[in-house]
């Protein structure tokens, strides 16, 4: 039931692009990804929900296909400060919190 | 501001002892979760709980129990603890009811020798 995240490092320069993805071989109600830095806890990012309604940051956007089973993350014009291990989690059960979460998704943005 | 502590950061314990991990929120949450974090293997669910005294199981809730007496703490007991058991445990918490985030604790390393 664990999704699979692509790539499983990006590294990138400081102002370049990146997407991360994320897919599901089960339907899903909702993603939610998280960032985490070195040595520190999980931080919540954003939360995608079936039917298009989004909420979390306001300078990462995301996407989510139902019909695909598949999210993507968009981290667009990167600063250091976005190095870090992305993980997805996906709700299959429809309970808004009981997720599984990918294996993680390494990203190191150089200046 | 939101808090989620666990009892200790590192903890180095022998074969076979009996390991407690206590996690306590301030946020008044209904859930509470304990994940393993392995280097390649993201994070796995081993137990969550969605009330006082409820509990569900994880996906590797094998070798693992929880104890949930108040709805602050959130323990993970390891009743003979192993080699394999060595990793790091997050606990996270959220609120019973909304599609949001998920709070985490800064983590115990645990080392099993």
């Known amino acids: 039931q664990q999704p699979v995240q692509s790539p499983q490092a990006v590294i990138l320069r400081e102002g370049e692009d990146a997407v991360i993805n994320c897919s599901s071989s089960?339907?899903?109600?909702?993603v939610h990804w998280y960032r985490q830095k070195h040595g520190e806890a999980p931080v919540f990012l954003m939360i995608?929900?079936?039917?298009?309604e989004q909420k979390g940051h306001d300078k990462i956007s995301a996407s989510f296909n139902e019909k695909k089973q598949q999210s993507s993350l968009y981290l667009t014009a990167s600063q250091l400060s976005y190095s870090g291990t992305y993980f997805c989690?996906?709700?299959?059960?429809?309970?808004?919190?009981?997720?599984?979460f990918g294996k993680g998704t390494s990203l190191l943005v150089t200046p | 501001d939101v808090k989620v502590t666990q009892s200790s950061r590192y903890l180095v314990k022998r074969t076979g002892e009996k390991v407690f991990l206590e996690c306590v929120q301030d946020?008044?949450?209904?859930?509470m979760f304990w994940y393993r974090q392995d280097p390649g293997l993201g994070l796995r669910l081993i137990y969550f709980?969605?009330?006082?005294?409820?509990?569900e199981k994880g996906d590797i809730p094998e070798g693992y129990s929880v104890s949930r007496e108040k709805k602050e703490r959130f323990s993970l007991i390891l009743e003979s603890a192993s080699t394999n058991q060595t990793s790091m445990y997050l606990c996270?918490?959220?609120?019973?009811?909304?599609?949001?985030?998920?709070?985490f604790g800064p983590g115990t390393r645990l080392t099993v020798t």
């Open positions: 995608l929900l079936k039917g298009g």
């Open positions: 089960k339907a899903l109600y909702s």
């Open positions: 946020m008044d949450h209904e859930n």
């Open positions: 989690g996906t709700d299959i059960s429809n309970s808004g919190y009981a997720l599984n």
């Open positions: 709980s969605y009330d006082v005294k409820m509990k």
């Open positions: 996270a918490s959220t609120p019973l009811g909304t599609l949001g985030e998920q709070y």
